[in-house]
């Protein structure tokens, strides 16, 4: 069964960092288009960062500069760097993989990241 498993999120203050950290089982992050995206309590989750099987990276607007996506094919783990960080990005951050062949989605459970100001 394919598995995507979160870790990294937690408490910081304003300004500060944290590390999330995807693990993926059954599946193989390199071939596929994978990303970070979050979802803020009562509203919709939106897309933060995606990396493609070539290495292309996108950001939303909103963490451009302050977040860095990165995949690490050996230990078929993806990360998200986030530094700089604002109470507005408070949420729920999930991992998401997708074969660019058959639009199949994978996701992972999330894991929260609350930032105090």
């Known amino acids: 069964q394919v598995q995507l498993v979160e870790s990294g999120g937690g408490l910081v203050q304003a300004g500060g960092s944290l590390r999330l950290s995807c693990a993926a089982s059954?599946?193989?992050?390199?071939?596929?288009?994978v990303g970070w995206y979050r979802q803020p309590m009562g509203t919709q989750r939106d897309l933060v960062a995606t990396?493609?099987?070539?290495?292309?990276?996108n950001y939303s607007d909103s963490v451009k500069g302050r977040f860095t996506i990165s995949r690490d094919n050996a230990k078929n783990r993806l990360y998200l760097q986030m530094n700089s960080l604002k109470s507005e990005d408070t949420a729920v951050y999930y991992c998401k993989a997708e074969s660019p062949f058959t639009k199949r989605e994978y996701w992972g459970q999330g894991t929260q990241v609350t930032v105090s100001s």
């Open positions: 059954k599946i193989t992050l390199s071939i596929l288009t």
């Open positions: 990396i493609s099987p070539s290495g292309s990276t």
